[in-house]
């Protein structure tokens, strides 16, 4: 028997908010290309599904896709913008074991204006405060952090842990995924600050979950500061993502998609072992973009768990006898930076942020030249 994989599903392309850090919206797939249910049975048994986009709930299929995943996957999250509530809702009623993470940008005014969704936070937060009192065990939020809502960051939490549920983070990334080149962390202190009070938050918790919690976000810092990755990626060996099209790519983070094979035209087993496969494989031993996203980071978490429970060890026995058990100085670039010993310009030039850069949109019929054809 194949191993089991980790595996995420973009459904669409198609979306309804019109975010800042993300151009997905002006590159929607067309409803006929997108991913069908005789594809989604050709996948692997999985360890972990997550069900992305655009926005998954504008699939009318939604619940048939769900339904398919579930025969072949351990644990399925799905990932939206909380708009669709009614949808969400009626999904949840019949597979209340998944779990539903909504992407909140911050405290109402900050979300509306990042999101561009009328009434977006309202919408998200009565999904989310209605999944809770129908008793849905895996929901929380999920927040991108950027300039403008880093100062939201800790209070977000705070909600979040009022309503006893998840709470995940991610930072700024470009890539085809986005279809955007040009996002980069302008106040790095700032923004930093804010990640260092919700490590301490987290750290002072009761909860091992959320100790490891504090070490991702502690990547974060290192992330936007643009330094070499705290853990290997092995994105393409264990993990994967499939596109709307039913191509198969390592994940999400490249400047172009790389594609492992078609699932449309291929078994799962000729896709995963076919030369195309090794050659993406080898792509992503020397990639350098240093992503720092739940997608390749969760795996490398488990698959190098001593590293992030060294690092909890280290800060919770701090914890024992100091207000705030870590220090964003802990990364020797941030003390460098404080410093003067490296630029601003220096660390720009570490990001994948690129200002001459045609961001490629990874649609069917484009060369990844970023036209609208
Ligand atoms: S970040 Fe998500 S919700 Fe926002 S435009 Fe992109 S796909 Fe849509
Ligand atoms: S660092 Fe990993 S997740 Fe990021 S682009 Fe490279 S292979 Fe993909």
Redesign the pocket.
């Known amino acids: 028997m194949s191993k089991k994989l980790n595996g995420t599903v973009i459904v669409t392309y198609r979306c309804n908010a019109r975010c800042n850090m993300c151009n997905r919206f002006k590159a929607p797939s067309r409803p006929e290309d997108e991913i069908s249910i005789e594809t989604i049975k050709k996948l692997p048994e999985m360890y972990f599904t997550n069900i992305t986009g655009g926005e998954p709930f504008i699939r009318e299929d939604i619940k048939d896709i769900v339904r398919e995943l579930r025969k072949k996957s351990d644990r399925i999250v799905i990932s939206t913008n909380g708009f669709f509530t009614d949808k969400i809702i009626d999904l949840c009623k019949e597979v209340p074991d998944i779990g539903i993470r909504i992407s909140i940008e911050g405290l109402e005014q900050t979300n509306n204006e990042i999101r561009g969704l009328p009434d977006g936070f309202n919408r998200g937060y009565t999904t989310l405060k209605k999944l809770r009192e129908m008793g849905m065990k895996d929901v929380g939020f999920g927040m991108t952090v950027q300039d403008r809502n880093a100062p939201d960051l800790c209070e977000l939490y705070k909600l979040s842990d009022e309503l006893d549920m998840e709470f995940a983070t991610a930072s700024l990334h470009n890539s085809f995924y986005f279809v955007e080149a040009k996002n980069i962390i302008k106040d790095r202190p700032m923004v930093a600050q804010n990640f260092e009070n919700l490590v301490n938050m987290l750290l002072k918790s009761n909860s091992p979950k959320k100790w490891f919690r504090a070490y991702f976000n502690h990547g974060l810092i290192n992330y936007i500061y643009g330094q070499k ?1 705290l853990l290997p ?1 092995d ?1 393409s060996f264990d993990t994967f993502f499939i596109d709307p099209y039913g191509d198969v790519m ?2 999400n ?2 400047k172009d998609k790389e594609v492992m094979g078609n699932l449309n035209d291929q078994t799962w087993d000729e896709l995963w072992n076919s030369e195309q496969a090794e050659r993406v494989r080898k792509v ?1 031993r020397c ?1 350098d ?3 720092w ?1 739940i997608g ?1 980071v969760s795996p490398a978490m488990h698959k190098y768990i001593w590293v992030p429970a060294w690092w909890v060890i280290r800060h919770k026995f701090k914890a024992l006898f100091m207000k705030k058990p870590y220090s964003m100085y802990e990364l020797k670039v941030v003390r460098d930076y404080r410093d003067g010993k490296v630029s601003k310009e220096e660390l720009d030039k570490c990001s994948t942020c690129d200002f001459n850069a045609v961001a490629n949109n990874g649609l069917k019929d484009c060369g990844g030249c970023g036209c609208d054809k």
């Open positions: 990755r990626c994105m390592p994940c983070g490249t992503v990639c973009r240093d992503c996203m390749s």
